[in-house]
């Protein structure tokens, strides 16, 4: 059987690389398509370098043409990986080798932002980016349990001639949280200050090496916390995490117009909707709006802010986290899909704030007749 080019293109359309949203050939990653006799040769272009994805396209390729075409085709898939640049030259106090620094924020507690935190760093580690979660909520931290090393406790390494603290690794992500140095059923009774210089040492007395994206996991609020941080590093972006239900929406909102205020000018780059709705497993075309329907995705178009994606209600998000392994882990699952655009969303608001923002500096703090007043650097 003789390969026809145009019909080969056509076919393409039909496959949709992971997270692109757009079929391969609306999407621009097919460059080129040669057919010699029984042979065909297909150059793709992609932005995501994860190894998952570049085989699946692969194997769809060969799969769609051996199909429909003809079982004997000899097919080559060139495969070149163009990542986007994420290079943000900060200024102020800056850990050397990082990035970018996002801070994922929530205005309420309970909304599910570290399960979020968790999952876009395992999405971004498989997309080939280094990452680091720095837990910055000191009184609940819980990556120690969501990445399964309770039990660890990092160890001190010299660096330069300096003891520094060795992150804990786990599924290739470095971690470091006040968990690690309390036992579990410890409570952190600690006023702010006491706080904040735990926070500066895991920031900059540890070895954090070379990182594309450090996360940083907020507590809830608005509070002393998000102030020692931005003070202490000059943020990228923040994300903000919030439920569509209308009392988790108007906390999102304050911890929105925290970081746009005028004195701590932090870009937003996104909110994601967390258990926006419920599908039961044996009713998989049905959804249940249980805490309000688009709520956050109405917000972020109401304060001008990208809407990065929705998380919906699953069973198996919450055991994930629960067992130490984060759900966008299961390789070809509903919620790998769903981080998977997200994650990719976060990213291209990245780029997007660092070819079109000035860098962000860290805020200065200063104490005035009692009260606490935020000015820029």
């Known amino acids: 059987m003789k390969l026809d080019r145009k019909e080969i293109l056509l076919a393409l359309e ?53 199909e429909k075409f003809s079982p004997e085709a000899v097919v080559k898939v060139n495969i070149k990986v163009e990542a986007p640049a994420l290079t943000n030259e900060i200024k102020g106090k800056t850990i050397p080798g990082i990035s970018n620094i996002i801070a994922v924020a929530s205005g309420k507690g309970g909304v599910g932002k570290s399960t979020v935190t968790a999952n876009l760093a395992v999405t971004l580690a498989k997309m080939g980016f280094k990452v680091g979660i720095l837990d910055a909520d000191i009184y609940g931290p819980s990556m120690p349990i969501m990445f399964d ?152 178009a109401d304060l001008q802010v990208p809407f990065l994606g929705e998380v919906p209600l699953v069973q198996s998000i919450r055991e994930a986290g629960d067992y130490g392994r984060p759900a966008a882990l299961q390789t070809a699952s509903i919620i790998e899909s769903v981080f998977e655009e997200i994650t990719r969303n976060v990213v291209q608001e990245t780029v997007n704030r660092n070819e079109s923002l000035p860098p962000t500096e860290a805020i200065k703090i200063t104490t005035m007749a009692g009260c606490s007043a935020v000015k820029g650097k």
């Open 14 to 66: 039909t496959i949709t690389i992971a997270g692109e949203g757009k079929n391969m050939v609306e999407s621009g990653a097919v460059k080129n398509v040669l057919t010699f006799g029984n042979e065909v040769v297909v150059d793709l272009l992609i932005s995501t370098p994860a190894m998952h994805i570049k085989k699946r396209a692969e194997d769809d390729i060969k799969k769609l043409i051996h």
């Open 149 to 300: 090393v309770e039990n660890e406790k990092p160890i001190s390494i010299e660096v330069d001639g300096k003891s520094k603290m060795k992150p804990i690794e786990s599924y290739e992500i470095k971690i470091l949280s006040i968990g690690f140095f309390t036992s579990p059923s410890q409570a952190v009774i600690w006023r702010g200050p006491m706080a904040a210089k735990a926070l500066n040492q895991m920031i900059f007395d540890a070895a954090w090496g070379e990182l594309d994206f450090m996360l940083v996991d907020l507590p809830p609020g608005t509070g002393d916390i998000h102030l020692s941080i931005m003070q202490s590093l000059p943020i990228t972006g923040a994300v903000v995490v919030s439920t569509p239900q209308a009392v988790a929406l108007a906390d999102a909102k304050k911890g929105v117009s925290m970081f746009m205020s005028e004195s701590i000018n932090v870009p937003v780059l996104g909110i994601i909707e967390n258990m926006a709705y419920f599908t039961p497993e044996e009713l998989p075309n049905n959804k249940y709006y249980i805490f309000g329907k688009e709520g956050a995705k109405n917000m972020a």
